[in-house]
C-alpha cells in the first residue's frame, strides 16, 4: 500500500511537472510558425521583407517570433506592443544588432546610428542632438538649406523659362540633399551649379559620390549565418573593406582642409566673427575637441560627418519623391497647397523656413506620405540586450527586434481606407494618444534625431518648388507607385514630371 501511494506521488508529480513545461512553454515565446533546423524560418522570409512579415504576423498575430539561422527576430505589429516596447522596455531594446555593413563602416562602432546602447553612444548622440539638432543650431543651418533651394529654383527656372520643361524629379532632390548636407559640413556645395545644369554631368557626380559614402546601413545575409562570413563571402567584406579606405580618405581630405583654412584665419581677427557665423559642422567638431578631447577623436569626428551622407541625404530625398508623387495624383491636393501658400505666402517673396508653421495642409500632405510610404518600413533593427516580457510572453535576450512600421500604417484596424491618400486625416490625429500608430521616424530613445531637420527640409523645398512653378505629369497615366525596398522604400521608376513658372513669380525668379 505505501509502495503504491510512493508510485501515486511520483506519478502525479511526473504529470504535473509535464503539465507546467509544457504550459510554460506555451506561455514562453511568442507565436512562431513552424521552422526547418538550421536556417528556421528563412524559407519562409521572401522579399519584400515587410510585405512578407505583413502577411505572417496577419496569420499569427500582432508579435511574431522567428528563427533565421543563429539569429532569433522578434517582429512587433501593433501600437500596444509598441508602446510596450519603447517605453516599459525602452532600456532593454535600446541596442542594435552587431552587422557586417557596422563593422566595416563605423569606425569600431563610434557612430550614433550602430554604438551599442550605453555611455559611448549617449556621449555621441548627445554631440548631434546639441551640435547639430538643436532649435538653435537648426536657425542656424537654415541658411543653407535656403540658398541650395534657391539654387535649385534657378537651375529649374533656367531650364524651363522657354517652355514646359520634362524633369527628373528624383534627381534634382538628390542633388539639393547632397548639396545641403555637404554645405552644412564642409562648407562647399557637392556639385556645382554649373555641373548641375548640364544634367547628365551632375548625375554622374552624384552617382559616383552615393556609391560611396551614403552606402552603409542595410543588413546582409552573414549577419544572420555568421558561417558564411568565413566561408563564401570574403569577396563581400573585401569590397567593404575597400570601400571604406576611400571613405576614410575623403572624410580625412575634408577634415584637413578645414583644418588648414582654420589655422590660417586665426590669424587674421577680422574674419574670425564672420567664419563663428558660418561654421560648418567640421569646425563645430574640431572645436568641440578642443574643450573635450576625449569625446571627440579623429573617429568620432569622421563617423559623424559620414553620417549626416548615410542617413541624412536618401531619407530625405526618397520621402519627398513620394510626396510629389503622390500630389501629382492627386491634383486636388496639389491645388489645395498651392492655394495654402498663395494666401499664407503670396507672391511678393519667396517661401522661407519661418513660414512652414502656417502651412499645416502641406504638413499633413507630407505625414500622410509618410504614413502610406515610410522610407524606413522596418526601422532600424534593435536588439535585446537581456530577458524581457513582452505582450505577456518571454523574450530572451540576444533578439533581434523588427518593428513593421509600414503594417502599422496599413492596418485597416487602425486607419479609415488606409491604402487610400488622405491628408485631412492628419488635421484630427492626436499627436499625443494616437502616437504609436505613426511612427516613421521611430519612437523611443533611438527615435530619429534627425526628423526635425527632415521635415523642415522636405517642407520648405517642396513648398519653394509649388509656389513658383506649375507641375503636371508627364502623360495621361497616374505616376506609378510600384515600391521596391533595398536600402529604403522608394519609388521603382524614378519620377519625372513636366513643369512651367507660374507667372505671378517669374519676376523673383529672375532675379534670383
Ligand atoms: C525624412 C527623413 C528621415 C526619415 C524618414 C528617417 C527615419 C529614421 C528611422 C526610421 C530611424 C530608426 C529609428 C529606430 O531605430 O527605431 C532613424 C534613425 C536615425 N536617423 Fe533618421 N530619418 C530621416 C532623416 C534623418 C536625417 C536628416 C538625419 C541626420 C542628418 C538622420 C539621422 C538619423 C540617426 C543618427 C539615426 C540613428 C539614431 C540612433 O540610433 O540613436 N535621419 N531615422
Ligand atoms: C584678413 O582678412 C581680410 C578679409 O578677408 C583681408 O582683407 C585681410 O587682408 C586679411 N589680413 C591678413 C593679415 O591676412
Ligand atoms: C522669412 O521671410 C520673412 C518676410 O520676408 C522674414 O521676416 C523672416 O525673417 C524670414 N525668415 C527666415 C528664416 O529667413
Redesign the pocket.
Known sequence: MENFYCYLAFFLSVVFLVIKLLHSHNQKLPPTPFALPIIGHAHLLKQPLYRTLETLSSQYGPILYLKFGSRSILVLSSPSLVEECFTKNDVIFANRPRTMAADHFTYNLNSPVWAPYGHLWRNLRRILTVEIFSQINLQKSSIVRQEEVHSLLRLIFKVSNRGPQRLELRYLFSLLMFNIMMRMVAGKPRVGEEAAASMDVGKQQLKEFRETYAAGLSMNICDFFPILRWVGYKGLEKSMIRLQRKRDKFVGVLIEEIKQKKASSS??T??ITAVEKKRTLIETLLSLRESEPELCSDDVIKSIVLLMFVAGTDTTATTMEWVMSLLLNHPDALQKVKAEIDSQVGHGRLLNESDLPKLPYLRCVINEALRLYPVAPLLLPHFSSKDSTLGGFQIPGGTILLVNAWGIHRDPKLWEEPARFKPERFEAFDGEGERFKFIPFGTGRRTCPGAGMGVRTVSLALGALIQCFDWERVGMERVDMSPCFEVLLSKAEPLEAVCSPRQSMTTILSQL
Do not use: G, R, V
Open positions: 590669424l587674421n577680422t574674419t
